[in-house]
């Protein structure tokens, strides 16, 4: 009788904030048999005492025999480099997956370069250097696609990134594809949602919904009519096609790969910053590497603003004093007096909840990024077909939002008036 494979080891870096959560649970569930020897999740976040919220089963993953965490700077290369020796007895790491970069938009471009493309950058090159089989890069929906009338995007479509923080992201990927010999797999995600995820614009309008719905007053467009299509994934589905990606990748290398899904990483930022940012390929370098989409179907915020989770009642839309506001005409003026509205009827909520909620991660405070407008719509049927992924969650509707309230109200951090 032959022996049973080895199973793979796994590094994680970053994300302990956005979506590396789900990823830990489905290579280590709590209850079934884990699909790696070993998992290492590495951050600059504590987990004992957690300085970021975490949710309530994580911290029963990170007791699992198979899991460790490690706390570090990983913007310091020797940091970074320690992260891939394995502790002793065991093997190397096969899988690297990358979560990092800073996602909050009020950051300056100093910190984008350095949290997000250099921190990446450093990462990337030591993958290289130990040999890793797969290094799948998660990469957050900073993009816009109104620009174009198709309804969706594919892979090989040059969509424009959003904003700095949307440029370096961008900027990123090229950065990572210029390694040579990296196994590299670029998954284009769109907006996450699920369990105990409270990042992101699809948290904010759960809650901000639930706000207006509890005040039974109309939601004010802040935008004209039409449907604004956004992509929602959920944090299971990133997980899954995650550990799909790398073991596609693994057998390949990246020639091959390139050569089944490679598509060009055209540049988006000013020229002027090749010379000033270490590591930056030249802005007329072709740089190719795997790049899947990985979306659900497509949402308007408005479906989302229609649904109030603390009833069955619905939250009303109000289109009648709609203006169009992009976010540089989005003044901080408007984001205040707008959110002066959320935040008082959401403390309002949490304070007479049954039982009060004395803290909670969610917030119903929406920055410019999230109270502007935006259309970001990819097509999601490359990863299915090259790599064999199919959604676990392909809807996202009142049944996906319920069961993420419902893990909060679980937890206690979302207010029960029942």
């Not at 025999?65 to 570090?72: C, D, L, N, S, T």
């Not at 009519?225 to 992509?231: I, R, S």
């Not at 109000?318 to 959320?342: A, C, F, K, P």
């Not at 502007?372 to 999601?380: C, D, I, L, R």
């Amino acid at each position: 009788m032959s022996e049973p494979a080895t199973k793979p080891n796994a590094l994680i870096f970053g994300g302990l904030n956005t979506c590396s959560r789900a990823l830990a649970a489905l290579l280590v569930p709590l209850d079934g048999e884990p699909l790696v020897s070993h998992l290492r999740i590495v951050d600059k976040f504590s987990v004992a005492p957690a300085t970021t919220y975490i949710g309530a089963e994580f911290p029963k993953v990170l007791a699992k025999p198979e899991v460790e965490y490690k706390q570090a700077n990983l913007t310091v290369a020797a940091t970074v480099a320690s992260s891939f020796d394995p502790p002793e007895g065991k093997a190397p790491y096969d899988y690297v997956f990358d979560f990092t970069g800073e996602v909050r938009h009020d950051r300056t471009e100093m910190i984008q370069i350095n949290t997000t493309c250099n921190l990446a950058r450093l990462i990337g090159l030591e993958a290289a250097k130990r040999k890793t089989k797969a290094y799948v890069r998660v990469q957050q929906p900073f993009y816009d696609t109104s620009a174009s009338s198709k309804a969706t995007h594919t892979e090989k479509e040059d969509v424009k990134p959003v904003d700095t923080l949307g440029t370096w992201w961008h900027e990123t990927l090229r950065m990572l594809a210029a390694i040579e010999n990296l196994n590299l797999v670029i998954l284009r995600i769109g907006f996450a949602y699920g369990p105990y995820t409270n990042f992101g614009i699809v948290a904010s309008g759960i809650t901000v919904a639930s706000v207006y719905g509890y005040l039974k007053k109309p939601m004010k467009s802040m935008w004209s009519p039409g449907k604004n299509p956004n992509n929602t994934i959920h944090i299971d589905d990133v997980a899954g096609a995650s550990w799909a990606c790398a073991e596609w990748m693994a057998p390949l290398g990246r020639a091959a790969a390139n050569s089944l899904a490679g598509e060009e990483l055209i540049f988006h930022n000013d020229k002027k910053k090749v010379k000033e940012v270490e590591g930056m390929p030249p802005h007329d370098q072709k740089l190719v590497a795997p790049l899947f989409n990985l979306v659900s179907i497509y949402f308007s915020i408005r479906s989302l603003l229609s649904f109030n989770i603390n009833n069955p009642t619905t939250t009303k839309v109000d289109e009648s004093n709609s203006t169009l506001l992009s976010i540089g005409q989005l003044m901080d003026d408007h984001v205040e007096d707008i959110n002066e509205h959320h935040v008082s009827g959401w403390t309002e909520m949490i304070t007479t909840s049954k039982p009060a909620i004395p803290n909670t991660p969610l917030s119903a405070y929406m920055d410019k990024f999230a109270l502007s407008k935006h259309v970001v719509a990819f097509n999601n049927a490359k990863i299915k077909e090259v790599v064999g992924y199919k959604l676990t969650k392909p809807q996202f509707n009142h049944e996906t939002i319920k069961e993420v309230v419902d893990k909060w109200k679980a937890e206690g951090t979302w207010p029960i008036f029942e």
